[in-house]
């Protein structure tokens, strides 16, 4: 039994770590959890999130204190910057303002990144878990 449970362990972590590997087109997470994205992945991405959540980049090496966003509708989400101090590091992101869909373009120290954020209703039943409105 205990084999079973070992092998069935060491299955899903090998179909995660290759499932890493891919780079993603469409991003989805309904849930009150942060939608985690690498800025490597981002461009031509559309990147779904719920409105009581929040996306963050992650930016590898990069400083993240160097990025900057256009939102072509800013009713839609707006920028949240990383900032850098000596007792904390938080990345940069988007919170999302309303339902809908706007483009997103973000820039950093390795240029341009452009995709959709496509912004949808709160799941029913959905746990806020104290981020969102």
């Known amino acids: 039994m205990r084999a079973h449970r070992i092998a069935a362990g060491l299955a899903a972590a090998s179909l995660?770590?290759?499932?890493?590997?891919?780079?993603?087109?469409r991003i989805t997470?309904?849930?009150?959890?942060?939608?985690?994205?690498?800025?490597?992945?981002l461009q031509?991405?559309?990147?779904?999130?719920?409105?009581?959540?929040?996306?963050?980049f992650n930016p590898g090496e990069a400083?993240?204190?160097?990025?900057?966003?256009?939102?072509?509708?800013?009713?839609?989400?707006?920028?949240?910057e990383g900032w850098n101090d000596v007792d904390a590091v938080t990345n940069p992101?988007?919170?999302?303002?309303?339902?809908?869909e706007t483009d997103v373009t973000l820039t950093g120290p390795d240029g341009d990144s452009d995709f959709v954020l496509r912004v949808l209703p709160m799941p029913?039943?959905?746990n806020l878990g104290g981020?969102?409105?």
């Open 16 to 25: 995660a770590l290759a499932l890493a590997g891919c780079a993603p087109t």
């Open 29 to 41: 997470n309904p849930v009150a959890t942060p939608v985690v994205v690498s800025v490597e992945d």
């Open 44 to 56: 031509g991405a559309v990147i779904e999130v719920a409105i009581n959540n929040r996306v963050v």
């Open 63 to 80: 400083d993240v204190t160097t990025f900057t966003v256009e939102i072509a509708d800013r009713s839609i989400a707006e920028f949240v």
């Open 93 to 100: 992101g988007l919170e999302p303002l309303k339902v809908g």
């Open 124 to 126: 029913a039943g959905a």
């Open 131 to 133: 981020v969102g409105r």
